[in-house]
Structure formats: C-alpha cells, structure tokens
T-cell receptor, first 114, second 114 residues
Framework: EAGVAQSPRYKIIEKRQSVAFWCNPI?????LYWYQQILGQGPKLLIQ????????DSQLPKDRFSAERLKGVDSTLKIQPAKLEDSAVYLC????????????FGPGTRLTVT | DQQVKQNSPSLSVQEGRISILNCDYT??????FLWYKKYPAEGPTFLIS?????DKNEDGRFTVFLNKSAKHLSLHIVPSQPGDSAVYFC?????????????FGKGTKLSVKP
C-alpha cells in the first residue's frame, strides 16, 4: 500500500513570495490533515478535511494560508505572501475515518523563507 | 498555552536497558493518548495508543501507562534497541468540537547507545 505522498520535499523562497505544497493521501482515506511543524516543536494542526469539505480550519492563518481538496482526494496548501516565521516543515496526514487517531503522515515539505 | 507537555527534550539510554519517556497534559477533554515516533526526514509514525478509560496498554516491547489523577502518561520501551533512536511525540485526541484533532507535545529525542 502506497503511503502519503508530498511534494516538493524542500523549498526555499524569499519573503513575500508565494508557495504551494501538494499532498496525495492513502487511497480510500476520507480525512486529510495539514500540519505545520516549526523546529523544536510538535506538529500543529492547520486544517482538516473530510472528503472535500473543511471540518476544522480554526488554526489556519486565513489571511495568507489557503487549502483545498477539490475532488476529495489530493490536496494543496498555499501560502501567499510568505513570512519569515512560516519557515517550517509542512506535514500532510490522512486517516481512514474522521477522528481516527492513527494518522498516516507523509515525509513533509521543508520550507525555508529568507 | 501548551496542553501536552514533554519536559525532557532528550534522553540517552544504554542498549538493553529500559527507556522511559514522560508526558503531562493539562486538559481533561481528551479521549485517547498516543505516541508517535519520528526518524529524521520522515513523517511521524503511529506507535501505540491508550484510551482515557484505561491505565495501561502493552504492545510487544512498548507499554504506555496513564495516570489520570496526575494527568501524566509514560512510554516504556524494554529492552531498548539502537533502532529505537528517534524523536518520540506524545499526542492527545480532543473530544467535542475538536473531535479527531491531535495535540502534540514538543517531542523527546531518544538515543539508544550500543
């Protein structure tokens, strides 16, 4: 069974530029999560999708971050414009059902904003 | 305000001995507690869980203990092996409006020396 795929693995941009990350969850997993992990911290949930609908985006900085999961499968997370404090690893995870505590994580995208 | 705390950033143990990783939480509105393991350049992987109505769960070399009165849980690894060297994240699953949302601690880096 293929795991959660993410691309790119690494990205370096200048502040005020925009960037997009892509995630393809495990086949059949209805719930998809985006996390932000700043160096030295644990992953922090940004947004949770159930199929193609948002169920929780309370911690997403909506003035600059956006995410979509149009067909209920893969998802993109965008930052526009980026700030220095957005430097982090962005992790995508999926679970079979909503509320499933066993979440499967992708390898993450390491973003550096200079 | 951290709801899940791992106060030890690192732990070093000799191969074959017991590793004990600790975690404290401040919110009683969690129904499951989890441990995730993370190797460098990979996403976290689920290791073991415990329901809030249990006080112990065992899976091979891994045992998690939950002390609800102290709002404390611990992960015991016996015997420790060099391949266990990784960052271990404690996480708690919220209930109610945040159902399914995991809140992670900052992690503890375990080093098992041969």
């Amino acid at each position: 069974e293929a795991g959660v795929a993410q691309s790119p693995r690494y990205k370096i941009i200048e502040k005020r530029q925009s960037v997009a990350f892509w995630c393809n969850p495990i086949s059949g997993h209805a719930t998809l999560y985006w996390y932000q992990q700043i160096l030295g911290q644990g992953p922090k949930l940004l947004i949770q999708f159930q199929n193609n609908g948002v169920v929780d985006d309370s911690q997403l900085p909506k003035d600059r971050f956006s995410a979509e999961r149009l067909k209920g499968v893969d998802s993109t997370l965008k930052i526009q414009p980026a700030k220095l404090e957005d430097s982090a690893v962005y992790l995508c995870a999926s679970s079979l059902v909503r509320g499933g505590y066993e979440q499967y994580f992708g390898p993450g995208t390491r973003l550096t904003v200079t | 305000d951290q709801q899940v705390k791992q106060n030890s950033p690192s732990l070093s143990v000799q191969e074959g001995r017991i590793s004990i990783l600790n975690c404290d939480y401040t919110n009683s509105m969690f129904d499951y507690f989890l441990w995730y393991k993370k190797y460098p350049a990979e996403g976290p992987t689920f290791l073991i869980s415990i329901s809030s109505i249990k006080d112990k769960n065992e899976d091979g070399r891994f045992t998690v203990f939950l002390n609800k009165s102290a709002k404390h849980l611990s992960l015991h690894i016996v015997p420790s092996q060099p391949g266990d060297s990784a960052v271990y994240f404690c996480a708690a699953r919220g209930v109610g409006g945040s159902q399914g949302n995991l809140i992670f601690g900052k992690g503890t880096k375990l080093s098992v020396k041969p």
